[in-house]
């Protein structure tokens, strides 16, 4: 079988937290029970976190410098850790020291760079227009924000702190291979590929054999030596062809790559990947899912859409933000997708005009049920799963797009289903499917999440609001086909990406639970509030949002700024009063208000925690167990960076906060020594220390060994059984802490168990042993012979 770590842990680097730091930072991790580290990308970068890469070939000297990585892979190694790699393939930054686009704006055309990235230079008339303006051209030249300056003996264009190359020999900006544009012409005049809807992300053309061989250059030369282990594939859904790219690096690496590909419902993975598994995100959504209890779906269904006056099902609500998100910000791609197709239909296309196209892919893309298809280039027939996603996906626009002539989505349906040979036409299909990958997850997780408030906890990369729980049947059968699958898919519980952490989502899993009692406190806390509101603003779905935001992170009592943050981030990207691309400063002044009133309403505070209270204790019992059952789980574990202990964190920058190491390696060793189980502070730290290193101990029992479920007479215990040759392990955990006492036995064989978490040995009578002995210390167990 193949080499995988036993967990992996996630690392954010900074010019605040170089690798430097990182590498100080090992032997705590080995310590804890971490085989293998990832960083954010630490190649040559505009920013942070390292997304925005400007070189590939080069390391980022802000955050690693060539000396500091090579120490740590050293230190890495040492401790016999496994190093993962977070390789960005699909985009690159526009501006900033990109010695690829620098040439391209010298050059034009003529420069061998030029078809690197996904640029249609037809669409331009032959420049590359690029709407990075914070006003219009005209005023930027009138105030002369827009000027010509020298360099180092050469002319550039200065835009504020950003500075573009010129072409030789030029002398006004009417002469350069690009133009200025105000940044948001970017919806209706753009000529390139972008990721999402960030303009200073340009497409990079990676099925080009020759980009992939320079741009993976250093990559490829990392694994070669060994300094790289493996590789994690951020946004593989942006590529044109996924599986051809996957079998090019596959050429060059046998080890361990996961892809961080984002699963829809019941979507699997392409089998005909050459990857190892997902980053995760749906493990993720079914463990928050299992601590959803069903019973309370009608009660808090009735209770947001009396409260918000929002009853239109999720679905509807979906394809709506959907299609704005279309039409405000991406108009544009569709705009030069359905001209492609227009010139590729040729005497296919019948009378239809281009703007029929259009409105036709408009809806399809709207109703697309996930992130994207896989059709290939040289794809002969549609395969069972994409034909029964664009099956669903015409089904859908026919109901919702009525407006749109029903010949325009027969000749579509031709053209998909490839009924139509064309390579023109295979041309278009490849780049719809990469325009409907970040249309789904901008319009699902950055709108729909932020509008459709019924349980946040659900609101979550990788989930659906609208599956409300995950019975522990779908759970057992759902790492039972992992394991087989995609045995090196990682399981986390909290990423850089997740809008709140595990943590934060459990304590909310809490209101499925008693939904009545929290539909009296809402209404409470609302009469209350209501004298804070300016002019009615926020409304009652952005105020149900803030007291959900309040109550998932309520235990380490945060800050204003922290709230603040957060809120503003959610009311923006729900685009309902205000927005990024067109600020209300009135709303948003009143939204701050509120939450500011709030924080100092002694009577809103007390009631509030008359409710959060009754739950935090249970919400850390949640996140207590899910721990338990995610360290016993078949593949890597995945540890975000400070999760091992408490962290009550929001989407990001919250989620992506210092960490106090220092505190969490003294934490370790106090644990280490006499752990407290009765001290829910600590135990979370204790749990990870033990069973990340159990597992470490007992690998092979943990990343091969067989998973069986354990039928329990309670259905709110779940208990599973892992062995491998003669080795043997039970995990057992509770959940839905607001019912009464735990009833009835599990199963778990003849012979003498010992709890590894408590130490306590338990006898089973007839192979049975009843659950309130063994959960009468904790109520969850790891059980071995």
Known sequence: MKEFPSSIYRIQLSRHF?????????????????????CSPYFAANSDHGYDITDPRKLNPHVASAT????????????????????????MAVKGANPWMVDIMKRGLKSRYAHFFDIDWKGGEGRLL?????????????????????????LWVKYFDDYFPTREGSKTLEEQHYRLEHWLEASENINYRRFFNINELIGVRIEDPKVLK???????????????DGLRIDHPDGLYDPRTYFERL??????????????????????DWDVDGTVGYEFLSKMTGLFVDPKGEKALTNLYQSFSGEVRPFEEILFEKKKFYILT????????LSERLFRALGKNRADLTQGDLMYGLLELLAAFPVYRTYITPKAVRVSPRDRNILEKAFREARIWGKEVPSAVYDLLERVFFLRIKSPSLRDFILRFQQLSAPIMAKGLEDITFYNYN???????????????GTSVEDFHDFLSRKRKKWPGGLLPASTHDTKRSEEARLQLALLSEMPEEWAETVRRLSSIAKKHKTKGMPEANGEYLLYQTLLAVWPEKPSLDRLWTAYEKSIKEARFKTSWRHPNSRYEAAAKSFLSALLKDQTFIQTFELFQQKIERKGMLNALSATVLRLGAPGPVDIYQGTESWRFNLVDPDNRRPVDFASLQKLLTRVEKEPQLDDLSELKLYLHALLLNYRLAYKPLFLEGKYTPIPVQDPRVMAYRRSYRNQECIFIASRFFTRNSWRGEVKVGAGHFQDLLTGTIHHPKAGKLRLTALFSQLPFAVLFK
């Open 454 to 468: 019924r349980l946040l906890a659900l609101n979550e990369v990788g989930g659906s609001p609208e599956l409300f």
């Open 329 to 336: 910000e991406m108009a544009a791609d569709v705009k030069s």
């Open 250 to 271: 596959r050429k060059k690496h046998k080890g361990m790559i996961v892809v961080e590909k984002i699963l829809e419902g019941e979507e699997e993975l392409p089998l």
């Open 130 to 154: 690029l709407p990075l303006l914070g006003e219009t051209f005209e005023r930027a030249c009138k105030e002369k924000h827009l000027v010509f300056v020298k360099r180092q003996g050469k």
């Open 214 to 228: 320079e741009h993976h250059s250093l990559v490829f030369e990392l694994l070669k030596n060994g300094t790289v």
């Open 68 to 91: 500091h990585f090579r120490a740590f892979c050293k230190k890495l190694h040492s401790l016999g850790m496994y190093h993962l790699m977070d390789l960005v393939p699909n985009h």
């Open 18 to 38: 170089t690798i430097e730091q990182a590498t100080k930072l090992l032997p705590y991790l080995n310590a804890l029970g971490i085989d293998g580290v990832y």
